[in-house]
């Protein structure tokens, strides 16, 4: 019966950790009243900060879910902070001793303010095929409630997956729990992220997370999505922040592409790289070949299990940006709750308005529907791209040493984006984020030898970039635009590009001159790393950039694995200056 409840799974209940006990004892309080869907959307509208408008519930979702007829899409503002906070994550396997027993007499006194207001839980269940089910808990305050719509909306509520449930795989995964309390007051400097107290704590050894003074949905969607994540990699699947799609080439009118039969895609990148796009889009620009058929299983998280060479989702839902989303825009057809957007008033009915008027990182969440025909579990990656933001980089490389690709992997560099709550100086850095991932909690060396497994079971690696190539320096680039990087997306699909060793790079491949152009007439002359203007500059900077990845590589817990870590650093070291 899928995931186990803490009875079931402790052989010896003093394995139990005091993290684990105080949030069991607040789920099985008889003040938690447990409540529905449908309940909390309803609790969610008298909410502070939350407002009604006009704009109909995706209809098809509010009848799955048994909302009432007519619901409409619920917009909720928050304050000053509108995105995650990363610096306020604490990792209780992580702490010292002294710090475990501060944080669990800290916890304990936030809990018994928040047992001073009305409680409510629910229950949700993580994964959508019956390989891979985990159950979860979420216990928060009454003035919380549409957070808690949004979670049972982002996962999928209980009830509506009981049966599906009881009769999944059995894993050996405690159950999750999940505490939020809104409203929590402390003066203690520990806790203090910026101007505001943030605690957003994660026990992942047992699967608890507190989350206290962060109102934002994405803390808890994430939180939730960690421990999953991390539950799946304790079963020996791969961890992946991506989106994936699969393309049946079987179909198309033209018989020379039926023998690519079925072939999935993933991308990784983090907000604003492009992942999304790719992932989502219906033809990839008009550039695949007629009569195909596609499916997607997710835009943003998903596990691969290598064994059975298929990949499985968690989420029925997106959780979107709207800056690019303007009024009349179809995708809006498709919403189910919204965050920290501006509504106007428009021929008498309330609207709510995307394209980031009222703040920054303006949510929707959004029923898959909107990506078309989706599946909850789909066929192994044929090919699998880092997104990456690094300028020295051409529109695409592909790699031919595994371990390069995997090292290019785990130090993916790219830019912060707005969904952190950042200051304006560090969302301007460079950064590493080791496969896309700001949210794992545990070894990076896990995930590298996880994907080397997917790197030996025939999926080849490549590296879009997603920022512009380098045209004369580092800030004067060469844009490349959506549709290019669409166009070579179908190429690598169907094969309709071969292979040159990049000199400058040992390891990785760029397109040759005639199969390229053929496909985007004029690219080897924009994109030829050869006619970079500055060239010894260039060279330089390229060096450069990998000494830097080699550096960063060297910090990290991969050198635990000492083998590992030279195999990684070796395939990085081609590309440095002797």
Known sequence: MASKSSFSYFKNLKEMSSIRAIAEALKNSSKARKITMREAYEMAKNQQGVSDTDLPIYPDFAKMMGLPNGATVLNDCHGDVIGRSSKARKFYNKLTSAEKEKIEGDIREAVFQMEKYPLIKAEAVLGMDSDLMIRATFITTESDAMNMFNWLCNFQPFETVAEEYHKSKDVPIIDIILVA???????????LVGKYPQLALHDVHQNVLFIFGMRYFGERKKGTLTLGWTSGIKMGYVACHAGIKEIDFSTCEDSKYHKLDKRSIVFFGLSGTGK???????????????????VILHDDAFQID????????????????????ELGNND????????NHTIL?????????????????????MSRDVIGKT?????????????????????????????????????????????????????????????????RVYELYKDVEAFLRVAETDADFYSFNSKGYWKSSDTDLEPISLQTSLTLQTAILTDALEWVDWDLVPGAMIPTKETIDKLIPGYSVKYDPLTRENYAEYRMTVHDRFQQRINFIKTTDISTKLELMNKLVDALFGNTPV
């Open 306 to 325: 290598v064994d059975n060479k298929v990949c499985l989702g968690w989420e029925p839902t997106l959780f979107d940006k709207t800056d690019s989303r």
């Open 375 to 439: 599946v909850n579990r789909c066929s192994f990656p044929k090919a699998l791209a880092w997104l990456m933001k690094d300028s020295v980089l051409p529109p695409i490389i592909k790699f031919n040493n595994n371990h390069l690709a995997i090292a290019m992997g785990a130090a993916l560099m790219t830019e912060r984006n707005k969904a952190e709550n950042l200051s304006a100086e560090e969302l301007g850095k460079l950064v590493f984020e080791p496969f896309a991932n700001p949210f």
């Open 276 to 294: 999304s796009s790719h992932t989502n889009s219906h033809t990839n620009g008009g550039t695949l070949p007629k009569g195909f058929k596609k």
């Open 181 to 191: 309390f809104n409203e929590w007051e402390t003066t203690d400097p520990y806790y």
């Open 345 to 365: 008033e428009i021929e008498g009915k309330r609207i709510p308005i995307g394209m980031d008027l009222r703040n920054s990182n303006g949510r929707a969440l």
């Open 332 to 339: 809006w057809n498709y919403m189910i709750s919204l965050m």
